[in-house]
């Protein structure tokens, strides 16, 4: 009871958790953000990028923690399972859970969380992510029929989807966007209004930190939370600051930096400066970046396609940009993962060249588009395809150009980069769809026939046969092309133990279990 007394004394005073213990035993960790986070209201992001994420992560609490190869733990919820036909989710909250103030964190606060962020009049830019529970919008604004959250007793949340949806699915999909407010502190506040109140300037949360100061843009203090249902971070101070990119290695070198976001990663050509200084880096086991090649196929005809595919030599490629830490790729799927299927991908140009006469390649040059920075591996491209006979040209243009390019059609083809998912239609779903057809599918019957099979079955040995299935599909198409996955070196920090480094890149940290080397 005293701990909790004067950690509420430090709320509502303004004071550290140092100032409250006493500065001899302060535990602090000093912790590197490139970028400033934008908004300390989770759903009132105008960016919705990673680096609020990240602190929304500490502050409020989540229904689960993603580990980078797809596991899932307990966080807010302590356990899940499926109901309805695959229509809902049921979560079981951990009874432990308490915000800040000391209220207990019950299903009625994730419902009226979810009822106040719907809500038409409430202006939260983030509102967006509840458009997949049933009675919202495209939106994700309420549309006056029964919302698709509902307490079914203290501690038991249930959420009905539009579509089938496992609880894994909807929580490596949407966890990082889904957090649990005080709603027992705006209880009257309307709608238009809530965003104005000063508890997002000073929020209080249910997270494993409690808010102690910031200094907009560039510096955040948070302090240990010392009632987390997970267990005390091993801190007293978590104090976040922004830093210029290019000094976060250095900063770690000189100790003034305990850690850096995300997962300390650091280039390939930087980690011997990391190492000379005397930091350890690891590679991480699971990929955190898949490298594709978009085809517009209305330019480009399934044997051209399936001809390019075998033209290039992806290890190649691979080792350019990576500098060997990855590997080709044939598929989509996250390597290791539960949906992975077996890599064959193996270079054939006499094929590519039998492929190109098949499809009735007149000998016209396609146009290639890439970012500056890879300008040269648009080069190993070209270089690789005019091996086949295969001609191209190379246009280097910022990467929205890139997509709005190859989404009106002036590309042939684009090199693009992104985070992969253990989700087995992370990538497929939302770019072979009827709103997003950029790769100029001519009938995308298929494919979402395909999509809405996977979606829909609940039973997991079936749901993989159909997931194989689907990539036999799409290797035989070949709509856009795999290229390689690549995974990220981590710098370890030297001051404290318990990080788990690639979950970082979901943006979410283990800080519960992190302690400082004594």
Known sequence: MKKKIALLLALLLGLSACGVRGAEACVVVEYGLSNPWDSLMPYNSPSGSNYSRIIYDKIYDRLAYVHAGGALDPRGAASWEGADGGYAAVFHLDRDAAFHDGTPVTAEHWVETIRRMTDPACP???????????????????????????????????????????????????????????????????????????????????????????????????????????????????????????????????????YYAFGGSVAAEDAPSARSGGLEVLEGETPNTFFELMLNNETLSRPVRQAIDLALDKQALCLQATGGLGEPADSDLLPGGEYAVKNTWSRDLERARALLAEGGYDGRTFRLACTANRSGLAALVQQELAEAGLSIEIETVDSAAMFSGMADGSYDMGIASHTPSALPLWFTESRLAEGNNIFHVPDLTPYAGYIAGIKGEMDPAARRALVAEFQAFLTQERPFIPLWFGRALHVQSPTVEGIDYPSSSFCNENVWEWTLRR
């Open 124 to 258: 939260a830019v983030g509102k967006s992510v509840f458009s997949v529970l049933a009675g919202t919008d495209g939106s994700g604004a309420a549309t006056g029929a029964p919302l698709g959250a509902q307490a079914l007793d203290a501690y038991t949340l249930k959420l009905t989807f539009k579509t089938p949806t496992t609880p894994e699915d909807f929580l490596l999909d949407r966890n990082r966007e889904y957090y649990v407010l005080p709603t027992h502190l705006f209880e009257d506040v309307q709608g238009a209004q809530l965003l104005s109140l000063d508890l997002w300037d000073a929020p209080v949360g249910s997270g494993p930190c409690t808010f102690i100061s910031e200094t907009a843009g560039s510096r955040l203090v948070l302090g240990a939370n010392p009632d987390y249902q997970l267990g005390r971070p091993g801190f007293d101070e978590l104090v976040i600051s922004v830093v210029d990119k290019s000094n976060l290695l250095p900063s770690m070198i000189a100790g003034d930096l305990d």
